[in-house]
């Protein structure tokens, strides 16, 4: 029974992650003024953190729809945990051009950067490959750009540019 509970939670998932990306098309709901501390810490308290830590670092005001910002931040986050240690530290911060999330976990290898947003790959076995093609889907739905490098503690730095700040 144990074994048929996962292999039903992990059919789960891949259903309710390839309805998501089949829903989220390429355009975005209506948008609305979004404090990105106040989302960043909403999305903080949905995803299973384990002992993992977070830096928020921006008090900044975007347009955004909050639904799938939400989806966005919430995808990063999981990922950082599930791909780094469980106790590994996040950032969020903002740029001149708009906000990054970086962890202090393994990185992303140079040469998987690209393939990383297609949807399909994982480096996991386990790993349905939607959620970064998800992220990147958003992303560009709002008219963004996302790119990932080495952040400074040396693990993952996704960065979103081309955000519009709201005064």
């Known amino acids: 029974l144990e074994i048929i509970d996962r292999a039903l939670t992990r059919m789960e998932e891949l259903i309710d992650d390839a309805l998501l990306l089949a829903r989220q098309g390429q355009t ?28 928020c670092q921006c008090d900044a005001v ?22 780094g240690d469980t106790a590994v530290s996040i950032t969020v911060a903002t740029t001149e051009s708009g906000f990054y999330i970086a962890d202090d976990g393994p990185g992303i290898d140079p040469d998987d950067r690209e393939r990383i947003f297609e949807t ?44 519009e700040f709201v005064d």
């Open 28 to 55: 975005v709901g209506e948008t609305e003024s979004i404090v990105l501390s106040d989302l960043v810490s909403q999305c903080w308290g949905t995803v299973a953190t384990a002992d993992a830590t977070i830096d």
């Open 120 to 163: 399909g790959y994982s480096t996991e076995t386990d790993g349905t490959g939607f959620g970064l093609a998800i992220v990147r889907e958003i992303v560009e739905a709002h008219g963004w750009a996302i790119s990932v490098d080495d952040s400074e503690a040396g693990g993952a730095r996704f960065e979103i540019t081309g955000v």
């Open 62 to 83: 975007i347009q955004a729809d909050r639904s799938r910002l939400a989806d966005v931040f919430e995808n990063l986050f999981r990922n950082s945990v599930e791909h």
